[in-house]
């Protein structure tokens, strides 16, 4: 009966002190998390209930062992998250200060991913590849990028610093720092505060079906005015 006591004891004291090993570790992401969402009401709320903040401690951990080329084990630490949480990071991702994944579930990020400090990431998100190149082939995503549900990010391309890419939007190619990216496939709405109207400026158009028509319609001036002479 003894003994049975100390191993209570024992896994007790080893709660409190993760408990306390992750407050202290990752209070900054905790904080994050609560300044984020308006629905988090406090400390403890984030700490033991979001699987945002639970799957970021688990991804320290799997990129801890990826980088010591435990590839096995980071692995089984990111796929035993997954099925926890129903968020998958890679292990080999590499991810900022004060990171903050909200809600979160069917979200996806890609080995070769980077992400700066203080970004936001809804559900759904996926910074994935494009194809079955090797090497880089996943997003950098610049600091204080705000992506929203369901948004896809594709390829080893970079979205800027301060950026917003709506939600559902389908982003293939690099976003200037200061932009809002909407729409499939992604195009600038906002940039440095100023909105954009991607009828007049097609030069921040990334759709290329509109690039396409630009050409067309430059070519038929080249036309009309060859024909005026
Ligand atoms: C893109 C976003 C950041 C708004 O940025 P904004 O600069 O304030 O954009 P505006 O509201 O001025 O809209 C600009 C244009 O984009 C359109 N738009 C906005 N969000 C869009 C989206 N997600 N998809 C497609 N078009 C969108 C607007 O209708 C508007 O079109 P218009 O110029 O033809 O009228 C926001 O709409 C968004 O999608 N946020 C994600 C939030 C999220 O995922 N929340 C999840 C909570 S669980």
Redesign the pocket.
């Known amino acids: 009966m003894e003994s049975i006591l100390w191993v209570l004891y024992i896994l007790i004291a080893m709660a409190a002190l993760k408990i306390i090993l992750i407050s202290v570790f990752f209070y900054g992401d905790i904080r994050a998390a609560q300044k984020r969402d308006p629905a988090a009401k406090g400390f403890f709320e984030v700490l033991f209930l979001y699987q945002g903040l639970h799957a970021l401690v688990s991804h320290r951990i799997a990129h801890f062992f990826y980088q010591l080329h435990l590839f096995f084990l980071a692995r089984l630490v990111s796929q035993v998250t997954r099925f926890t949480t129903g968020i998958e990071i890679h292990p080999g991702a590499i991810i900022g200060r004060r990171f903050f994944i909200?809600?979160g579930m069917g979200l996806v990020i890609g080995e070769t991913a980077v992400i700066g400090d203080d970004v936001l990431l809804?559900?759904g998100v996926t910074l994935g590849g494009t194809g079955l190149t090797r090497g880089k082939r996943h997003p950098t995503i610049g600091n204080s990028v705000?992506i929203?549900?369901g948004a896809k990010v594709l390829g080893n391309i970079t979205v800027g610093d301060n950026s917003?890419i709506?939600?559902?939007?389908v982003v293939i190619n690099d976003v200037p720092p200061n932009s809002?990216v909407?729409?499939v496939p992604g195009r600038i709405?906002?940039q440095d505060g100023r909105k954009i109207d991607s009828a007049l400026e097609h030069s921040h158009i990334l759709d290329p079906i509109m690039q396409i028509i630009d050409e067309i319609e430059k070519r038929i001036d080249r036309l009309e005015k060859f024909n005026d002479k």
């Open positions: 909200d809600h809804y559900q705000v929203g549900t917003y709506g939600a559902n939007a809002t909407v729409g709405t906002r």
